[in-house]
């Protein structure tokens, strides 16, 4: 029991010991020594990973970075959590180099070498202010222009302009002259054009800030601002509808290029799109000591413009800034689908061609101040407004608008054609468009004869019926007063087509012509009516069957009168076109001809209809009088025959003035020249009476003299009477 207790404390007393004699974590034993330090940093190379130093702690070590290195955690000295990770200066540390140098980062490290623009160094790595304005003085440039002083600042320097010179702004760029006096208007059409005197007097405003010196101080250009302004203006003017004189939209053209050249210098961007609903804009800036280079390209919707920044600076004095402008107005072309006196030699086999407009009207705007001679062409692509190939009747040409308010092609010039768009070419800049000319054929040598012959036909055939119903007095009535006056009308009408439907020049003398027409045929008409009316009284009203003679007069003459009087005033220019001396067929103007027409027509028809149901009725009565009924009878269909020649004549009229209309042209001049020849032998060779009339006017020409004197003092009773019997019944029947 004894040695078991002694056991047990010896082998407690072991465990002490041992326990006593082992180091801690860190310390190693050494003989002669219980424990001593272990210095991890020699013992394991590299414990503290790359970029960081290792220090020996009693028991332990520490990490701490290099310099241009932070722990991953933000720690300072650290074991073996984390990591170092490479710092940059320039980032980290604020204009670390100052506000003259560029910082640039190294592995660890930084280094501030290079200088800021307006700045050199001193070579001791330090950057100095450079003094422009006496470098510059030195090397004799003009860093300001003529009108401009140099004031040198640290890391830059300005130019202070002259009264009336600006630099929009950008007060490292030289001082430019304003021509604040365009804007002036000078009673022209500012006067006339609303909204285009607030356009004026917006810019000139603007201008005048630009070029006073302590007012460009004060004041901050906003080129976006004033450009909306600018274009809001213009939709004001053309939202309510076309301008109404070539002086206003030249007016309006060079105000807003004229603009467009004062606040494109003051846009922030170096490209710029604005769109309202009547324009749409591109405008590219580029700024700088030297002239910009390259290629140039705005585009819309319906234009693109194809140049270069050398063109667009030009080659005088560079300003510091260059600009290009692509403008298109949406809705102009309709107010300049006019004045195209001035394009001359475009003519086709001896065939002047009549122009519209084909396409959006755009402008083109540059810095450069020589555009009437560019030294390289500039390209422009504009999109037709209807798809239409070109063919030997239809051509494509590119114009543009001249100050006067003409188009004309000088300088510009077709580069190629399709369906779609046209390419331009352009040796100066302006406003331009393409405008389709329209060349028709020219009508056959077997048509013309056929115009001039049947139409001479026609008036020899006319001057006969005048004759004979002014002058057969056997057939005396209300109804030979009508045909007289509707041959008098036909014949005039004809005589005017003959010499003048295609005398387009002078247009006052066309405009006449069209307006004769339009009177002379729509009397034709009238007269036409007059006869219906008179053949319906026949039949209906048979006891009261003639008409006041004054009556006729006022209706045949009168009612034309109106009609065209009116036309004229609410149309004044649709009388006479480029190609023919007729009614426009735009606006409408050609149905103050078609309307009277067609119900005219339309009134006849009812009357012959009644005129025809009343016959047949008494053709059916039990006493009949034949030779009456017969007489109308024949009144009545050549009337119909007559209505329905001029009628079917001018539903061919309505297709004449019209394009590929060579066989309606036929047609109608058969039609035409029938006219008279019908009205000649219905109502001259068929009549009995006038057949007489003929053969005793041509005996008495053809027979010898001695001979007619034996007839006249012939004493025959039973002639005598007979013919007094013969002339009272004619006459009884002219009278119906």
């Known amino acids: 029991m004894g040695s078991g207790k002694e056991l047990f404390i010896l082998g407690v007393l072991v465990m002490v010991r041992e326990c006593l004699t082992e180091c801690s974590l860190g310390f190693n034993t050494a003989k002669g020594q219980k424990c001593v330090d272990r210095n991890e940093c020699e013992e394991t190379l590299g414990i503290c990973r790359g970029h960081a130093d290792c220090f020996n702690t009693n028991g332990s070590f520490l990490c701490r970075c290099h310099q241009g290195y932070s722990h991953s955690e933000g720690l300072v000295n650290f074991t073996k959590d984390g990591h170092c990770q490479e710092v940059n200066e320039c980032i980290e540390f604020t204009n670390i180099c100052g506000a003259a140098a560029q910082c640039t980062n190294l592995m660890g490290s930084y280094e501030c070498t290079t200088c800021n623009l307006g700045y050199s160094n001193n070579g001791f790595s330090n950057c100095i202010d450079i003094n422009e304005c006496y470098e510059a003085q030195m090397k004799q440039e003009d860093l300001c222009g003529s009108e401009g002083t140099c004031i040198n600042s640290n890391g830059s320097y300005c130019c202070s302009c002259s009264k009336g010179y600006t630099n929009y702004g950008n007060n490292s760029t030289k001082c430019s002259p304003l021509k604040c006096d365009s804007f002036k208007g000078n009673g022209g059409p500012a006067s006339s054009l609303g909204g285009l005197a607030d356009i004026l007097f917006m810019m000139r405003n603007s201008c005048l800030a630009l070029s006073n010196p302590s007012a460009a101080s004060e004041v901050k250009t906003d080129g976006e601002a004033l450009l909306e302004k600018l274009f809001t203006a213009v939709e004001s003017i053309l939202s309510p509808g076309q301008l109404n004189s070539s002086e206003d939209v030249s007016g309006l053209l060079s105000t807003v290029e004229n603009a467009i050249m004062l606040i494109g210098p003051q846009l922030k961007d170096k490209q710029t799109r604005m769109e309202t609903t009547e324009t749409e804009a591109e405008i590219a800036v580029q700024r700088g000591k030297t002239r910009p280079t390259g290629p140039i390209q705005l585009t819309n ?3 693109t413009l194809d140049t270069d920044w050398t063109t667009a600076a030009g080659t005088g004095p560079y300003p ?3 600009l290009a402008a692509l403008l298109s107005y949406k809705k102009l072309e309709k107010s300049v689908n006019r004045s195209f006196e001035g394009l001359k030699g475009h003519e086709k086999d001896g065939v002047t061609p009549s122009f519209q407009i084909s396409s959006k009207v755009v402008s083109v705007v540059v810095s450069n101040p020589n555009t009437q001679q560019l030294n390289r062409n500039v390209t422009i692509t504009l999109r037709h407004l209807q798809d239409t190939e070109e063919s ?5 040409i590119c114009a543009y ?4 308010g003409t188009w004309s092609t000088d300088g510009c010039y077709q580069q190629k054609s ?14 331009f468009a393409v405008l389709m000319a329209l060349c028709p054929m020219k009508h056959s040598f077997g048509l013309q004869v056929v115009t001039k012959i049947g139409l001479t036909i026609s008036l020899l055939c006319l001057v006969l019926c005048i004759l004979t119903f002014k002058f057969c007095r056997s057939i005396k009535g209300t109804r030979t007063t009508i045909h007289l006056h509707l041959c008098i009308c036909l014949f005039v009408a004809d005589l005017f087509f003959l010499a003048g439907i295609s005398q387009t020049k002078p247009v006052g003398g066309c405009s006449f012509v069209a307006a004769m027409l339009h009177y002379f045929f729509l009397a034709v008409f009238t007269w036409m009516l007059l006869e219906g009316v008179q053949l319906y009284r026949m039949v209906v009203m048979v006891f009261n069957a003639t008409m006041r003679p004054l009556y006729l007069y006022l209706t045949g003459y ?12 609410i149309r004044p220019s649709g009388y006479g076109t480029d190609q023919h001396c007729w009614l426009s067929l735009k606006d409408g103007l050609i149905w103050s001809f078609f309307g009277p027409v067609c119900f005219i027509i339309i009134l006849n028809v009812f009357f012959f209809l009644v005129t025809v149901w009343k016959l047949a009725q008494k053709f059916a009565t039990l006493n009949p009088d034949l030779t009456q009924l017969h007489k109308i009878r024949a009144f009545t269909v050549t009337a119909i025959a007559q209505m329905c020649i001029l009628g079917l004549m001018w539903v061919f009229g309505a297709f004449l003035f019209q394009e590929d209309n060579t066989v309606v042209a036929y047609i109608f001049t058969i039609l035409n020249s029938l006219q008279g020849a019908l009205v000649f032998f219905m109502h001259c060779l068929l009549s009995k009476q006038v057949r007489e009339e003929y053969a005793h006017f041509l005996s008495c020409i053809c027979t010898p003299q001695k001979k007619r004197y034996s007839d006249f003092t012939s004493t025959n009773p039973s002639s005598s009477q007979s013919q007094a019997l013969r002339s009272g019944q004619h006459t009884g029947e002219s009278q119906i």
Request: overall charge negative; some cysteine; glycine content about 4%.
């Open 320 to 322: 510091g800034f260059a």
């Open 558 to 569: 009168g009612t034309p009168l109106v009609i065209v009087v009116i036309s004229a005033i």
């Open 401 to 404: 608008w001249k100050e006067n």
């Open 418 to 431: 399709n369906a779609t768009h046209t390419v331009c070419t352009c040796e100066h800049l302006s406003s």
């Open 301 to 303: 919707e319906v234009a």
């Open 392 to 396: 030997d009747e239809l051509s494509y």
